[in-house]
């Protein structure tokens, strides 16, 4: 009980048109809804109503990042701990949001606000409940992941902004970084048995560093990089492995400047996983696994 | 909480050397711990003590297959659970079974004798849990693959033994094949969270068909598939892909007779996923989806 | 010198729309040109007019297998050698045969009718020749092969036959199964430094085995497996691999039967190599080595 | 007739310990033989003596790059037209160069010295010629390539340079990339029928840039970026895309800083393909198509 998974992930975009154009036809997610200022993706093997909305806004920004729990009951449950926290929780009602029912919100020590919701749209995937073929259509535009898997945020104090997250909202650590006084640099946190779920590292409160898509394998890997090429995308790093969580990867940057990533692989830690420490002067390779380098680019820019 | 995933699986052979031979060479486990009549496996990147048992008996069969639970709680919980449905429930000590702490046994309606296990004893796995490289050292022997993924027995009264996974254990449906009067033909069911963690098939009670290992990609299927061809390995079926499960698979035989399978893919069921339902006239292509085949081989051998 | 790749099939289909429909929309190729009873595909990657050609029959057959040859001069010179062969040799001319210039025809000892070419109309492949991606355009249909590969025919003498490729037209053995009295049951031979254009196999003489496409590799077959089974396309064998050439591959048929193949891998023979032997009693594993079994289906029909 | 592939990389280094230490156990090579000074290495599927001899010297540098001829009279043909062209050549006799007969050697225009060669000692693959396994032994060390590739030298005279490998040696070209002027800044070069056996890039006489092991797909990349990881060794660039012969690649260095690349892919180019043009606004892709940029360290690292 509680905590599910990330659910979806809400940002700003100056330019609704292009970002569309790009999540669609370079991502290859579909959309389920429009409104006025906002346009709702998601992946073809998601069954929820969306994994990502974009409101415009004439600046770049997170809105806020939607995790979903396990049971009706577990909202209540984490309002209360969470305002026991101190965070002040705003119950949103069914109707507010798109594509989902009663949620909250809050705002978590590193300034980002976060949201729990259990009761969302179903939609269905793209592949239905009957006999359904075990691959989609042939022919997806874009890199078509099935689903969205993690996201990581920036917090200037990371070891507060996981006490948060371990004690009041229940998730576990799998790596940590720690500099040469023991300090956490960076931690990487699960609740749904995958490697990450969110991940924390040292930078400005409230801002977002990427958000990631699964991908099935190291070829589907290189499937991305070379339609990301094709269609003249920035990469920043990739495609690569990492040392944490030991996931093939690429990082790029939609067209508003915003980070992506496309990953796989990883393991599968038990709840009482012993988490994996990393010192400093192995962040390097922590980081990207083949180059063995602290890319300042990818270390400083951020949403 | 309650049941967490499949722990270890404890078979008899006739011949304890060779089919060791066969697991640490060929399947490329690494033996943990011997007794007088028995032999204990793990993979590489499983922490606990083993996932497999091989014990010396002139008949080959299935001794029990174990569940480790999330909690030490839930162990109580469980008992209560599982003598109320009108099974008789043993505990096993604490040292009377090699690497592990206090159990339970009971035999499930199908007949097959199954256990629950918290206290496991934590040997970790070849990488540690300090800056670990995300893979293992180049050149480990055979398959070698990360973990134990999953099994399939058999049960006279599918939709029976359904029910006690499902109501007693708290497992999720996923997948079911139905027959033309609506009855189950086969259920696949989870609780860790992964497509399945254990299927049950219509067949002789008491049962066995297989038991799985992951494998991390396609690419490292058709590896398994050459390191059987070299040691002139039988293959039931495969490299190919499931239609149920969407997973790639090989099936073979260890030297016994015993059928293994190597499995990756499939998807990431929420815990309230609308389970798929096959219809019997599709069930071929459920089973193998690029045969289109009920192979009455797979079907009709069993340990 | 002398004769230099596999150019392209000709072959009879009764139902010419229902042949174009899988060849282009399964398949993958494209349509390059059109006449009364016949329609010319090739492959994305290929820069000829055609590699494969279907013409309306009542009766599925092979009308001919065409090869190209490295320079004008060499037609004269081979035309020479296959008549003092005692082969009848036909002039066709330019004007007479679509996407081509002057070839010549003759029937070869096993009884089909092979044409060698050199004059060929380019049409360019789909990427170019100016700072061309490196990649075609995301979301080509179907399997889309970059390029034909080879082919395998039948003959009752096999020897004979090998030696018409061998001596009079310069193709090398790479790989060869002799039955228990050392007589030829199968032959691989290649011109363009791969390790085969084309395979002969005793059988029913002017019979063809199949044609195949090359694809890039192990992940690109399973994605041909994939598009097949979506389409309820038949698949003979596989995805497995071959001992003899150590390719991977899929055999499947076209909606009228006809065998087509998807191969990759291989090595890269010296047209000095020294020829590999496989026993008859090896055959098996030489066909499929996962499988290691001579599949009644696979050596009796034939187009 | 005439030159047929690249047969083997003649280099100096300082250390013969540590540089065998890593082409056996990181790059995963055999030894063949070892004199008081050198040491000669092939890949597990080459048939040949050697493909790389490394000699001790106290600077490191390249000796030679030998390229073997289809038949033992092009030698004679070939000598004539280089001294024709204006170079020296020297025969080398039999027993004056370890594992081969008679050579001839000459400076090509850009300074290197070449040799040519037919008559090389046969020492036979890993698998042998009779019902062999279509895989390697599982378990080999390190990257294991089959074979080596290609090379890629300096030259001060691209044009130049190229002159001489196409027109006196019969090398034909496949891409090129021009500058503003329309003058060569780089070549590539094939005569086996691959898209390239050597390129030729702006930069100092003499110098060499890398030479190349083949890999089978873009799985055996990820497994090298693995190995040269976990051996910390540094990555040049990659895993990653060449615009140029559309392949992919990881680039390198040895412990004494010679540049290696491990490369898969590329297409089939005819005798008569007609080359493909970069303009050098579009280099930057062309070399590496992901990152789209002139790496400074890959265009001036050399040997």
Known sequence: MGVLRLAHVDVRTPDLDLSTAYYTEVMGLSVT????DAVYFKCWDEEDHHSLRLRYNPRTGLDLFSFRVEAEDDLGALETAVERYGCHV????RGESVGQGESLRFEIPSGQTMELVWDVERVGNLLGKRSPAP???PGLPGIAP???DHMLIHAEEVAETGSFFRDVLGFRLTEQVLDGNGHQLGIWLQRSGRVHDIAVVNG???AMHHWAYWLDDWDQVRKAADILAFNGVQIDQGPTRHGVTRG???YFFDPLG???EVFTGGYKPDPDFEAITWTEDNFGKGLFYYENV???RFLTMHT
Chains 1, 2, 3, 4 share one sequence.
């Open 146 to 148: 099935p689903r969205l």
């Open 294 to 296: 602290l890319s300042q």
């Open 258 to 260: 915003i980070r992506n």
């Open 248 to 250: 093939n990867t690429i």
């Open 33 to 36: 809804a429009r409104t006025a």
């Open 204 to 206: 400005p409160n409230g």
């Open 135 to 137: 691959v989609p259509p």
């Open 90 to 93: 705003t119950r949103v009602s």
